[in-house]
């Protein structure tokens, strides 16, 4: 059975179902009086959606778009495996299962607390555990699931840890980098999330950030970027001379695979950001940044692919696979007031941002081995100044100050915490484990250990 014949079974199922529970309320029996009422008005206004039933729809959209964007971390574990060498595959896997797992605990110790009790008027939050819905519990207070909440929530600081770990591959030592992990996804990211999501000041002042242009994605493009000034470039990544050295990832392959994991989860990622799914508008506007969120990933392949075809007369797949995931990024802002012709625009715009800010990058010799700095960071806050243009109701002013208030926060309290670490531990392996590669010396499994130990 083809999924159009499943998905159109089950809207007649629905209908029927809803037009039973139609008939026993408007039509309790088969009075002629009854009758006469549907007779005058034979096209009555639907009736409202009850509590429970939109309580449910609003817990799926959570559930259903927080698995998604959990899948997301398979995609950055396969893209960061394919853009890192032989040598270092192993522990870029190894640090995404980490920081995911990472992520979810402080997100559930201390997490939620800091970035929701702005919605009780307090910014910076209280410490303690989150609890979830009790067991059998029939609560349509919140109108959804406090759990189903808070799963969504979670992933999505997953999502800034990741961002970090690609910029710092092959270099960074695996404890300290957990360690940044922490401190990153139980105050960082939340204590600056409370500011807009949390009813925090940001969100006072009229500051709009639909799904996270600036607060997941510039967060950790500006903590990456604290990283990668801090740790320094990879041995031979720079010549004397300081041209950069091109350092061929592992596997082309997996890295578009992971891409392509990416673009899935992005629609559990804008998508569900709706944060409701009970009425007929909701559901529309969902669908509707769906739509925005592929025609904004395409927008910024197509660019890419044609600028680097005009300026460099050859077509790198790297740089396109970041298209689309700067495409991406720079919709997530607003996904759903653009017109299609808008959201291709803009996810163009992504796209070229990608092809100009990475040989940036290489002249400032800041070594970022997958493009995560232009894709999240550059390409993040481009798509949360681009809001007014298709929102009227926000201001350039106001987006600006967010994002310099972000940009402060998370770049000086990451270039802090990685000082510390530096200065305690340390944070860069020895130049005879990084010839060696990071899944000898860190892991002690290799990815590849049909290849010759060490090869790049």
């Not at 039509?27 to 429970?52: E, K, L, S």
């Not at 740790?231 to 091109?246: C, E, P, T």
Request: net charge negative.
């Amino acid at each position: 059975m083809t999924i159009r014949k499943t998905l159109t079974l089950a809207g007649v199922f629905v209908g029927l179902a809803a037009t039973a529970a139609f008939a026993q309320d408007v039509i309790p029996d088969a009075t002629g009086a009854a009758a006469a009422v549907v007779a005058v008005d034979p096209a009555p206004a639907a009736p409202a959606v009850q509590p429970d039933v939109a309580y449910i729809f609003n817990t799926l959209l959570f559930l259903i778009g927080g698995f998604l964007v959990m899948w997301m971390a398979a995609g950055f574990a396969m893209l960061e495996a394919g853009l890192v060498r032989s040598k270092n595959v192993s522990i870029q896997c190894l640090k995404n299962i980490g920081l995911y797992s990472i992520a979810g605990l402080m997100y559930w110790v201390v997490g939620y607390n800091l970035m929701y009790t702005g919605v009780d008027g307090g910014y910076f939050g209280s410490f303690g555990t989150y609890s979830f819905d009790a067991v059998g519990g029939d609560n349509l207070a919140t109108g959804y699931s406090t759990a189903s909440d808070w799963f969504f929530q979670m992933v999505f600081v997953a999502t800034a840890a990741s961002i970090v770990s690609g910029t710092l591959a092959e270099r960074i030592r695996l404890w300290p980098f957990f360690l940044f992990t922490v401190i990153l996804t139980g105050f960082i990211y939340p204590i600056a999330g409370s500011w807009q999501w949390g009813a925090g000041w940001l969100s006072e002042m009229g500051f709009s950030d639909f799904a996270g242009s600036t607060l997941v994605h510039s967060v950790g493009g500006w903590a990456a970027l604290a990283g990668a000034l801090l740790l320094g470039a990879r041995k031979g990544r720079f010549a004397a001379d300081g041209h950069s050295v091109a350092m061929p990832g592992s596997s082309i392959p997996l890295a578009t695979l992971g891409t392509f994991i990416l673009w899935l989860g992005w629609f559990g990622f804008n998508g569900a950001s709706q944060l409701a799914m009970g009425t007929i508008s909701d559901v529309t506007d969902v669908s509707r940044i769906f739509a925005n969120t592929n025609l904004a990933a395409a927008g910024g392949v197509v660019a890419a692919m044609i600028l680097l075809q005009v300026i460099y007369k050859r077509v790198d797949v790297t740089m396109v696979l970041n298209g689309a995931l700067a495409g991406l990024v720079s919709i997530t802002a607003e996904p759903l007031a653009p017109s299609p012709l808008a959201a291709i625009l803009i996810g163009a715009v992504g796209g070229v941002i990608v092809v100009f800010t990475v040989p940036l990058l290489d002249k400032l010799k800041i070594d970022d081995v997958v493009g995560a700095i232009p894709v999240h960071l550059v390409a993040g806050i481009w798509g949360t100044l681009a809001v007014p243009l298709t929102n009227a109701g926000t201001s350039f002013v106001t987006q600006a100050i967010g994002v310099v208030a972000y940009g402060v926060f998370a770049f000086f309290g990451s270039l802090i915490v990685w000082a510390i670490i530096k200065a305690v531990i340390g944070i860069r392996a020895s130049d005879e484990e990084e010839a060696l590669g990071l899944d000898r010396t860190e892991v002690g499994v290799e990815a590849y250990p049909e290849f010759t130990a060490g090869r790049a």
